[in-house]
């Protein structure tokens, strides 16, 4: 980067001996940016940036060859970490206008930029990929919750989840795949984007863009179907000894969850679990021994700030840093908490200092999360894969907030007036005779 005035051919720095060593600093502004005898010291960030970009008169460095090979680290380094970022038509056209460009000067590096666009097509591709899947997979999961009711109730059956997979470590297992899997497609500058968008608390909508943070609010769904396909699952059975094993396994797949460092879907399987529809229960949690479920709860107790569910995040990412196996090295968070997180310390922090500097120390934090977040999601799930569970996580069908309602009141019935007027009023809404009003 040029460090000196555009005078700079004025100024003799060999003039400067040491008979002037006590001479006043000469001191200059051109264009934003401050120069310290002719040295550059400070400038708006807009000044830095447009130094920096070359025209058709100025390049920041005329030798070229010295140039690429720098340019080109800076962008793979870019495409690498940032490659949403290419999705822009406008950017991917600069990146081949600069591979352009490099091809006069070196064609090492000319090879190395096309190596570095091919690398972004496959990996831009794949995500499209994975998004048009997404899309279809919930678009069917949507439309599937009408074969849970018959004319004049809901269908529930005593053949659950246990018929499928009994095994807590395996069903696990097969959580941490689909979280591994969305989380590894979730871009750092995503979090950018949605911030950037809208605010959480303007109007009490999603501040997600649905183009530019498509993945994270996928993701973010994926956590309230879980919930909801546990409360489903345990609300299903007609008979009491049937529940009350689903709520056994399921408490024994969130206690495997928090052996492997799955916090998210720990914590889902608890939301479904404290739905109302399930903690209502009272004779079917009866016959169950909560011990466990309640060391689970208060792990992730949200008083004061989440601090134990916080230590445990401390600890499964220490033994990640030093894991032997690619099991220890597994971390996923909370994922609703860390977004707070960092949308809080985003809001909360300038991003100018009262002197106009950029507030460097607020951004080097974020970053500092953010590249976290990338070493979590870089991890390979080394279980092995079972496509049936898989895909009835997937596309299972789940009961809505009012069905869940009502199943939980025909398992065990209203306790007073006010829970059978509501179980009245469920009735008439969900069985009426034009059911697709609701939509």
């Known amino acids: 980067m040029p460090q000196t005035t555009p005078y700079s051919s004025k100024f003799n720095p060999s003039t400067y001996s040491s008979s002037h060593s006590h001479r006043q600093p000469v001191e200059e502004n051109y264009g934003g940016l401050h120069y310290r005898d002719n040295k550059l010291v400070s400038g708006s960030l807009e000044a830095l940036i447009q130094l920096l970009v070359p025209t058709v008169d100025y390049y920041p460095d005329k030798r070229i060859r010295e140039m690429a090979p720098k340019i080109v680290q800076l962008l793979t380094e870019w495409t690498e970490t940032f490659p949403y970022d290419f999705r822009d038509e406008r950017m991917m056209r600069s990146l081949k206008e600069m591979t352009h460009r ?19 097509l496959r ?4 995500l499209g990929q994975y998004e048009e899947s997404l899309a279809t997979s919930t678009a ?6 009408l074969v849970l009711k018959s004319k004049q109730q809901l269908v529930r059956r005593d053949e659950c989840v246990l018929n499928l997979c009994d095994d807590p470590f395996v069903f696990a297992q097969q959580l941490t795949h689909i979280e591994m899997e969305r989380l590894s497609y979730i871009g750092p500058e995503e979090f950018v984007r949605a911030f950037a968008q809208k605010r959480p608390s303007d109007n009490h909508k999603s501040f997600f863009s649905k183009r ?6 996928a993701y973010v769904e994926w956590f309230n179907r879980l919930s909801y396909l546990i409360a489903t ?12 094993k689903v709520l056994e396994f399921f408490i024994d797949v ?10 998210n879907s720990l914590m889902a399987i608890i939301t479904g679990m404290n739905m109302n529809p399930v903690s209502r229960l009272k004779k079917t949690w009866n016959k169950v021994n909560t011990d466990k479920f309640d060391i689970l709860v208060h792990q992730m107790d949200p008083s004061s700030n989440f601090y134990n569910y916080r230590t445990a995040l401390r600890g499964a990412t220490q033994r990640s840093s030093t894991a032997h196996t690619s099991q220890e090295m597994i971390v996923i968070p909370f994922f609703s908490l860390f977004i707070k997180d960092i949308y809080f310390l985003n809001e909360g ?7 106009g500097n950029i507030n460097f120390e607020k951004f080097w934090v974020l970053a500092k999360q953010v590249s976290e977040f990338l070493s979590w999601r870089q991890v390979i799930c080394p279980f092995e894969r079972d496509r049936k569970t898989l895909q009835y996580l997937i596309s299972a069908p789940v009961f809505s907030e009012d069905e869940l309602q009502l199943a939980s009141y025909e398992s065990e ?18 069985f009426s005779e034009n059911p697709c009003s609701r939509h």
């Open 212 to 217: 530019k943070a498509s993945n994270l609010e």
């Open 123 to 126: 990996k831009l591709t794949t």
């Open 140 to 145: 069917a999961a949507m439309d599937r919750p």
């Open 254 to 263: 969130a206690q495997e969850c928090f052996n492997i460092g799955n916090f």
């Open 413 to 430: 019935g209203p306790e007073n007036n006010l829970e059978r007027d509501t179980r009245r009023s469920l009735r008439s809404e969900l």
């Open 233 to 244: 699952e345990i609300c299903m059975p007609v008979k009491k000894k049937h529940r009350a």
């Open 102 to 120: 490099l091809a006069f000067g070196d064609e090492l590096s000319r090879r190395a930029m096309q190596r570095l666009i091919q690398r972004l």
């Open 349 to 355: 922090c300038v991003n100018r200092l009262p002197n």
